[in-house]
């Protein structure tokens, strides 16, 4: 094959930040109309080499080939005139503006008012955007705010400001670790769309069976360096696991016989109402033992996460009962809860889970700094915070350029949901509720917080885990509460339960049983 056919090649690319060389002499070369994934374990450079691409970093070492014409890429406006579009992983949208300004932000198209006032023409751009949405199969309301809209529409958006600017290379970064499982059904089918109309397609991720449904090539990283290049038809995905992780990985997740203990949790006829006063749990009722998973399944928006919510104290419980070992703590503080011995994963790792400009060690303390050691006489001792950041880096193996005084901002998403999970577990708390645990995680990390689960259940913890992860779902749980539209229509053992029945829950099909 001649170089010409390559529309992006990439030579010898090397990328250091201090104290970590993100990409160590990696070189690929991308096809002209194929789908290019680039798989690796979170922090293996994935991300740092398409934001070269992008513009947004430069390289310290190595060459970037466009169409065959060697261009140095400035910045993303340089890259957006090469026809290079990245929809980013945490998107870069205003939320009171709505989807046209967002889309036309920085291009905006201009007409003049009584033939002298120069004005942004909005409306035909709205007209415009609906068209190029009902092309691509990606059907939006151009006049909506981006506040008002969900998670998934949200990315179509960025989709669609890629193709506004006729992007012809599209780079998707880790695009369904917010998706539910039937939101990223849809989104490949819009991926395998944009190919089929010429475009070429580079999909950072780490889910093996994502790349073996849509991708024709694939690159697979590991801390840095380039490993293979593979055919993704002809490699299996254990092959694939292996090498992003760097050792074989087990798929299959052991585990001993349940020990269930005292009652630590009781939620009684739980109701909670969103801002509109309509019920988004209504009368929920469950109980959580000593050494007992009891996992909550649903689809995405049914209510699983303003339970979770409701029981940490994030949201106002509108009636019923909480009880933490007897007490009832529906009106008590976070902090009451959380001393009282509750740990919480949240959902949204970024809004909720870390202070993003907080370094390493403060992250790893924020819900003990007030105490001895970390305190004495109303004074933070430093030491303290970075004795145990140290220890904790090493024992979850969070990936870090500047170790405990890296600002988390700049930490892949991966790497901060490995931080809170780190931080929250070493509470030894009674209760421990985890959402969305493994949400963006590779298949190495995901491995490890399932055993870390599981490790805490026969330690006597009682555990919440709400996925939407189906497979997580019946790897993990002792129980299973399966919830719609804001109802436990189901509660039994595991063992009593297939996926399908899980399933057939979830989707409303089942109702109660007679």
């Known amino acids: 094959m001649t170089d010409n056919e390559y529309i992006v090649e990439m030579?010898?690319?090397t990328?250091?930040?201090?104290?970590?060389?993100?990409?160590?002499?990696?070189?690929?070369?991308i096809r002209r109309g194929e789908i290019f994934a680039l798989l690796g374990e979170n922090g293996a450079g994935k991300s740092t080499l398409m934001?070269?691409?992008?513009?947004?970093?430069?390289?310290?070492?190595?060459?970037i080939w466009i169409r065959g014409e060697r261009v140095k890429i400035a910045s993303p406006y340089h890259a957006t005139k090469l026809n290079i579009g990245m929809v980013h992983q945490h998107f870069k949208?205003?939320?009171?503006?709505?989807?046209?300004?967002?889309i036309i932000l920085g291009i905006e198209p201009q007409r003049r008012l009584f033939g002298l006032l120069p004005a942004v023409d909005v409306k035909n751009s709205d007209k415009k955007i609906a068209e190029l949405s009902h092309k691509y199969g990606l059907d939006v309301d151009p006049t909506k705010k981006i506040e008002d809209i969900n998670v998934s529409t949200q990315q179509r958006v960025e989709i669609l400001k890629m193709l506004y600017r006729e992007a012809e290379i599209l780079i998707f970064d880790e695009p369904t670790a917010v998706l539910t499982p039937q939101e990223i059904e849809f989104l490949l089918d819009i991926i395998r769309e944009l190919r089929a109309n010429g475009k070429t397609i580079i999909l950072i991720t780490h889910k093996l069976e994502e790349i073996k449904k849509v991708a024709d090539r694939c690159a697979v990283l590991?801390?840095?360096k380039l490993i293979d290049v593979l055919d993704v038809a002809t490699t299996s995905t254990k092959t694939m696991a292996n090498l992003m992780v760097?050792?074989?990985?087990?798929?299959v997740t052991e585990k001993e016989p349940a020990d269930f203990k005292d009652e630590v949790l009781r939620v009684e006829h739980l109701v909670v109402k969103n801002k509109d006063g309509f019920p988004v749990v209504n009368d929920v009722s469950f109980r959580i033992r000593a050494g007992e998973i009891f996992s909550i399944a649903g689809v995405s928006g049914n209510g699983q996460v303003e339970?979770?919510?409701a029981i940490a104290g994030l949201t106002a419980v509108s009636s019923g009962s909480i009880k933490l070992y007897g007490e009832e703590i529906s009106n008590k503080s976070i902090r009451y809860r959380t001393e009282k011995g509750i740990s919480y994963i949240p959902e949204d790792r970024q809004s909720f889970g870390l202070v993003l400009d907080f370094d390493l060690a403060n992250n790893l303390s924020l819900k003990e700094y007030y105490k001895e050691p970390f305190c004495e006489k109303g004074v933070l001792r430093?030491?303290?915070?970075d004795e145990k950041g140290e220890k904790l880096i090493d024992r979850y193996d969070i990936r870090s350029g500047q170790g405990i005084r890296t600002i988390v901002r700049s930490m892949s998403g991966g790497n901060q949901q490995k931080a809170i999970v780190a931080r929250e577990i070493e509470l030894a708390s009674g209760l421990m509720i985890f959402v969305q645990p493994t949400r963006g995680l590779d298949i190495g990390a995901i491995e490890n917080i399932h055993r870390q689960i599981l490790e805490e259940r026969d330690k006597g913890r009682a555990i919440l885990l709400v996925s939407l992860e189906l497979d997580e779902i019946m790897q993990l749980s002792d129980t299973i509460g399966v919830i719609y539209n804001g109802e436990l229509l189901k509660i039994a053992d595991a063992s009593e339960l297939n996926a399908n029945q899980v399933g057939e829950y979830m989707m409303g099909v089942r109702r109660h049983d007679a």
């Open 11 to 13: 030579k010898h690319i």
């Open 15 to 29: 990328k250091r930040f201090p104290g970590i060389v993100a990409n160590d002499d990696v070189s690929i070369s």
């Open 51 to 63: 934001s070269m691409l992008f513009g947004m970093y430069e390289p310290d070492e190595g060459e």
């Open 93 to 102: 949208l205003v939320q009171n503006y709505t989807i046209t300004e967002n």
């Open 222 to 224: 590991c801390r840095g």
């Open 246 to 251: 760097g050792r074989e990985v087990n798929f």
């Open 307 to 309: 339970v979770a919510d």
């Open 382 to 385: 430093q030491k303290a915070f």
